[in-house]
């Protein structure tokens, strides 16, 4: 790179920091990026304008995604700096990605994140092997679709043993299958990438998984570039907490701001600035199967749509204690990252969109499934908010008023 281009890129990146606005690298600078450090699978539409990045070194986990060709802007957040240092962390590796395969639950005496005998504090987290560093295999490829497959052991806070069978399918949405999955005329000035992993654990052991020893659940995880600019949309159904729960769980990492946080009648707003470390969540009485974020500096509205069966109300409790109530956990999250103390640097920063399957009481050989779909819109203004409208209930001005003075 000649030496004027070079330092316009700094000065560039630089603004982009000191204003608060996250720098996100174009989609092609991305996957050159990546394959200099890991293998990449590329799936791409017919036209090649909507395309997704997939590293199966890290379990086949979506490392970010375009809506408009090599060129654009990647939607998912990657952690360039650890990814190049090639080192692996002790704790977690926070690689990145947009849609990542994880395991529930986090916490409490059935959390497969905090060893037998082990306080649950940060410094006793660690994140297991087989969905931080473990590579999945690839069973099958094509041109818009990418499966890979796993087989690994768990073992939980209480000491129960799980032999775990992951199967992954990862598919390219065409851009007609988006706009009927969304339910929404298609718009003339918006751009589209649309992609869905259908993610399968499977009990390969010869003991059935049961309540009183702890069950697991898929945790499916999108990791997305903050701004000041972006707040995330968790719509609910309305009704009292006497029948259907508190309208949303904010005390996972203590009590959030009401600058930060704001609960409405039919939706949950939540900063996603990365600027403040907490998550939220959303029991299954509430939740509607749905989240959503729109980053108004990038005309960026994305759509969160994942499986939540009819009846279903067990889920796995991740948060970070004996828990009285252990499947009396939230369907869908979204963490916030930012400092965990005065002085310490964050995880990212980035914010999340995420989804859970149920507490997942198997026999041996059965199974369960869960869909996690992401749907990224780029457009004008007025067409953005007619989508925000229909899918997630609430107006583009309703969304960037909602956490104002």
């Not at 768990?154 to 339910?183: C, M, P, Q, Y």
């Not at 026999?363 to 067409?383: Q, W, Y």
């Amino acid at each position: 790179m000649k030496t004027k281009q070079f330092l316009t890129s700094v000065l560039s990146t630089a603004v982009l920091w000191s204003t608060g606005t996250a720098f996100a690298a174009s989609f092609d600078e991305d996957v050159a990026f990546l394959k200099k450090h890991t293998d990449v699978i590329v799936l791409r539409d017919k036209a090649g304008s909507a395309q997704i990045a997939i590293a199966p070194a890290w379990q086949g986990r979506v490392m970010t995604s375009t809506d408009g060709g090599t060129n654009r802007k990647g939607f998912g957040w990657i952690n360039h700096k650890l990814i190049a240092s090639g080192k692996i962390q002790p704790h977690i590796n926070v690689f990145g990605g947009e849609d990542r395969f994880w395991i529930g639950p986090e916490g409490g005496q059935f959390s497969i994140f905090f060893a037998p005998g082990k306080k649950f504090q940060l410094q006793d987290w660690y994140t297991p092997a087989p969905i931080d560093t473990l590579p999945f295999s690839v069973v099958k490829q094509s041109r818009d679709r990418a499966t890979f497959g796993a087989k690994f052991d768990l073992t939980n806070h209480s000491g129960t043993r799980f032999h775990v069978e992951v199967k992954r399918d990862i598919r390219l949405i065409s851009t007609s299958t988006a706009w009927k999955k969304l339910g929404v005329k298609p718009p003339s000035n918006v751009s589209v990438v649309a992609y869905e992993s259908q993610n399968r654990i499977t009990n390969a052991g010869e003991k059935p998984w049961q309540k009183d020893t702890g069950l697991l659940s898929i945790w499916i995880l999108g990791m997305f570039n903050p701004s000041p600019a972006t707040t995330i949309v968790a719509p609910i159904h309305p009704g009292p907490a006497s029948e259907l729960g508190p309208e949303v769980n904010s005390d996972y990492f203590g009590a959030i701001p009401p600058s930060r946080l704001a609960v409405k009648d039919s939706a949950i707003f939540f900063s996603g600035d990365g600027q403040f470390r907490s998550k939220i969540g959303v029991n299954p009485m509430r939740s509607k199967g749905l989240l959503g974020s729109y980053d108004a500096a990038n005309k960026a509205l994305t759509i969160v749509q994942f499986t939540q069966p009819k009846g279903a109300t067990e889920y796995v409790n991740s948060q970070w204690k004996w828990q009285e109530k252990p499947y009396a956990g939230d369907v869908s999250n979204s963490y916030n990252d930012g400092p965990p103390a005065p002085g310490k640097k964050p995880l990212g920063p980035f914010y999340e969109l995420e989804s859970s399957s149920p507490a997942a009481a198997l026999a041996p050989s059965k199974s369960v499934t869960h869909v996690h779909r992401t749907i990224h819109l780029t457009g004008s203004e007025s067409e953005l908010n007619t989508i925000a409208q229909s899918v997630l209930g609430v107006s583009l001005a309703q969304i960037q008023s909602a956490l104002k003075p």
